[in-house]
């Protein structure tokens, strides 16, 4: 078993990342950083900007894109994505030039 990540399975026919399939990574984000990107979300919905009134709330929740955030958060999710991406590109590197055609 990998202590990175986790997969979640469903239906006959599954396959990482491709069919039927979810990869969690536990402890992939820290407290700090959600915090960072709540604190920001909320700051964001509770504005008042046009903006804010894009996206609807759906069951207590609201989702924004990241491009409406405050900088800080932005730079956050580009670290994110980074960090995502070499994770993906030193355990799956096969998997990765097949799905996105080349190396992460």
Excluded: W
Excluded at 25 to 53: E, M, N, Q, W, Y
Excluded at 65 to 83: C, G, N, W
């Amino acid at each position: 078993s990998n202590t990175l990540f986790h997969e979640a399975t469903f239906g006959g026919n599954h396959e990482i990342f491709v069919c039927n399939s979810i990869v969690l990574l536990p402890d992939f984000l820290t407290k700090t950083d959600c915090h960072i990107l709540i604190d920001s979300a909320d700051r964001a919905v509770h504005s008042g900007s046009s903006a804010s009134g894009l996206y609807s709330i759906q069951n207590s929740m609201s989702r924004m894109p990241v491009k409406l955030l405050d900088l800080e958060a932005q730079m956050l999710s580009s670290s994110i994505l980074r960090r995502l991406l070499r994770i993906l590109e030193e355990q799956f590197p096969v998997l990765c030039e097949r799905i996105f055609g080349r190396r992460c």
